[in-house]
Structure formats: structure tokens, C-alpha cells
């Protein structure tokens, strides 16, 4: 079965500086991964994912992630980031399949100092 | 109007009562996802539907059971809820036709049990 592992609960940045949030992976092939945000009080929102080809890849909101099957890891990155990215992200795995089951990672909660 | 919505958004209860989230989409997907989402854990799987008469188990899915009423409706019961049952309930759905394995969220329905 697969796992994920995010292994920051926390992080706080100054707005402006760059962010990276750590994700990794436990699965035998390829995996599809995801990483969705929730801010507070709302749902869960896509911000990328990646399938297959190009292992960077651009999402919403100026988000990039970068697929390293040697690392097994798919950390999300943000070259300056805004007050509202203050947020929760979660990283996800899907089995090929697997029935477009997702496995979560626990969360990296994001504060953003002005 | 949003795609994905969860109704109540917020309900409180006692234990031992019986009680029902409701989720319903307008997406026209076929598979619909009910998770829990706690503090330091992430989002885990209570039950999953493929369609209408496919109806599986999750990780974590005693104590709660499901009723696919149509495909746009996917409630999760609570037959007599405990207070370790208090958590953010989410909703989601994805669209078998597309393998994008990408899933869709509700807002979510905080249920607290007292």
C-alpha cells in the first residue's frame, strides 16, 4: 500500500521569501501525486498534480512541484510567497489502479510573518 | 453554486445518538469519497463508491456506514455516535471517464459530539 510522509507540521515564512514544503513517498511504480490546500474553514483545493512526462510541474496560484523518483519525493515550491497562502497543504498518492483512491499526507501547516 | 455540497455544515449531538451527513454533486461524477480529517492526522478514508451499487470499506470505517442514494447522493451515518467521532467530515468525488484521478471536495461538516 502506499504512503506519504510530510515531515514539517509547521512552517513560517516571511512574505516575500521563498517556500518549499517536503513530501514523500512509499510506493512500488510510478505514483500520481497530488497537492491540495485547504484554508480555514474551507475544503480541500487542487493546486497541482503529476501524472506522468515533465517531472516539474506548474499549479495554481504560482505553485511548482518537482517529481524525484530517486528521492521519492514531489516537494511543492513557491518562489515568493503572499499573506494569503497561509494555509494547510496536504500531499497525496494514487495507485495506478487503484480507483482513484488517494492516500494523505498529514499536513504541513503554513504561517506567513508580515 | 458550488459543485460539491455537504449539509449541515456544522451539528453538534450526544452520544449515542443516531445522525446523518449528507453530501450531494452536481459534477456528474461517478465516485464519491467519505473521509475524516482530525489534527496531526490528516484526511483518512471511511468509505468509498465506485457507482451506485459499488459500495467499499475505507481505512477506517467502523462505527460509520453509508448509503448511495443516487449518483449525485452519498451520506455517511453515524449509528450511534461517540465523542471520538468528533472531526471535520469531507466529501468527495471524482470522475472515472477522465483517469485523472483528481478528487473534488465539499466544505466540509464539523461534527462535534458531546
Known amino acids: 500500500a502506499q504512503s506519504v510522509t510530510q515531515p514539517d507540521i509547521h512552517i513560517t515564512v516571511s512574505e516575500g521569501a521563498s517556500l518549499e514544503l517536503r513530501c514523500n513517498y512509499s510506493y512500488g511504480a510510478t505514483p500520481y501525486l497530488f497537492w491540495y490546500v485547504q484554508s480555514p474553514g474551507q475544503g480541500l483545493q487542487l493546486l497541482l498534480k503529476y501524472f506522468s512526462g515533465d517531472t516539474l510541474v506548474q499549479g495554481i496560484k504560482g505553485f511548482e512541484a518537482e517529481f524525484k523518483r530517486s528521492q521519492s519525493s514531489f516537494n511543492l515550491r513557491k518562489p515568493s510567497v503572499h499573506w494569503s497562502d497561509a494555509a494547510e497543504y496536504f500531499c497525496?498518492?494514487?495507485?495506478?489502479?487503484?480507483?482513484?483512491?488517494?492516500?494523505f499526507g498529514t499536513g504541513t501547516q503554513l504561517k506567513v510573518e508580515l | 453554486d458550488a459543485d460539491v455540497t455537504q449539509t449541515p455544515r456544522n451539528r453538534i449531538t450526544k452520544t449515542g445518538k443516531r445522525i446523518m451527513l449528507e453530501c450531494s454533486q452536481t459534477k456528474g461524477h461517478d465516485r464519491m469519497y467519505w473521509y475524516r480529517q482530525d489534527p496531526g492526522l490528516g484526511l483518512r478514508l471511511i468509505y468509498y463508491s465506485f457507482d451506485v451499487k459499488d459500495i467499499n470499506k475505507g481505512e477506517i470505517s467502523d462505527g460509520y456506514s453509508v448509503s448511495r442514494q443516487a449518483q449525485a447522493k452519498f451520506s455517511l451515518s453515524l449509528e450511534s455516535a461517540i465523542p471520538n467521532q468528533t472531526a471535520l467530515y469531507f466529501c468527495?468525488?471524482?470522475?472515472?471517464?477522465?483517469?485523472?484521478?483528481?478528487?473534488?471536495f465539499g466544505p466540509g461538516t464539523r461534527l462535534t459530539v458531546t
Open positions: 497525496a498518492v494514487g495507485a495506478r489502479g487503484g480507483g482513484n483512491k488517494l492516500t
Open positions: 468527495a468525488t471524482s470522475d472515472s471517464q477522465t483517469g485523472s484521478y483528481e478528487q473534488y
